[in-house]
């Protein structure tokens, strides 16, 4: 077994196949807890829709999407006060509730760096389905209070609280639930040197041998050659 940091010391010697199958964060993001401001690889097909879950239980996953109406002192040149932010992101839910465009509404309204969502949170005691996806317990309390009890394009409002939801007020809405991130798989060929860090003593190749062998496997694979036969018979 190679470790992870005698790989990227061997990165130019080493050859590597990716594959991609149906299940990476964003910057900075208001729905996450500790941080203001919350995915991405070719799209997984799409699961057949989620069952809604009975009445008064709420579903293991949702996705959501959000406009931030920020307040004064929680983000970076904001100047409404806990007063003006509440008028604002009460005029925005009623506009989204009338049928406004909702992307025309995030992108004039919203404090949220974009792209700003959408998120896919887990409910509590349920795990994330692939990274890219955010626990509940991992979000401001308020967001996932009231994304959890929408139904499915419902929008609500996550009202300000400096604990609950410290940034300022949530339009939240609903959205179909995402499929999970797609996850990248890889397997690789290391052919180490002699004198690389934790190389076996009986390597006695140079970096450079090291660089033609790797280029060989690497035009053999591509070839068609089985990976795996060609891993088990050259990786170290």
């Given at each position: 077994m190679t470790r992870g940091w005698e790989f990227r010391a061997a990165a130019m010697a080493a050859i590597a196949i990716l594959g991609c199958g149906g299940g990476g964060s964003p910057p900075a993001n208001p729905g996450a807890a500790g941080t203001p401001g919350s995915a991405a690889g070719a799209p997984s097909p799409a699961p057949p829709p989620a069952a809604e879950p009975a009445p008064g239980k709420e579903p293991d996953y949702v996705t959501v999407d959000h406009i931030l109406i920020g307040v004064r002192g929680r983000l970076p040149n904001c100047s409404r006060t806990p007063e003006e932010a509440r008028s604002a992101?009460?005029?925005?839910?009623?506009?989204?509730?009338?049928?406004?465009?909702?992307?025309?509404?995030?992108?004039?309204?919203?404090?949220?760096?974009?792209?700003g969502g959408p998120y896919t949170m887990s409910n509590r005691g349920i795990s994330p389905r692939a990274p890219g996806e955010h626990p509940r317990q991992g979000m401001v309390p308020a967001f996932g209070d009231v994304g959890f009890k929408l139904p499915e394009g419902g929008i609500g409002l996550a009202p300000y609280d400096p604990q609950a939801s410290p940034f300022g007020f949530h339009v939240i809405k609903r959205l179909p639930l995402a499929p999970p991130p797609p996850q990248v798989r890889a397997s690789h060929i290391l052919i180490?040197?002699?004198?690389?860090?934790?190389?076996?003593?009986?390597?006695?190749?140079?970096?450079?041998?090291?660089?033609?062998?790797?280029g060989i496997l690497r035009d053999r694979a591509r070839k068609g050659e089985d990976f795996a036969m060609l891993a088990r018979q050259n990786s170290t």
């Open positions: 992101a009460q005029d925005v839910l009623e506009r989204a509730r009338r049928g406004e465009d909702w992307e025309a509404l995030k992108r004039k309204h919203s404090d949220d760096p974009p792209p180490p040197w002699a004198g690389l860090a934790n190389a076996p003593g009986n390597v006695q190749r140079t970096k450079d041998e090291a660089r033609n062998i790797a």
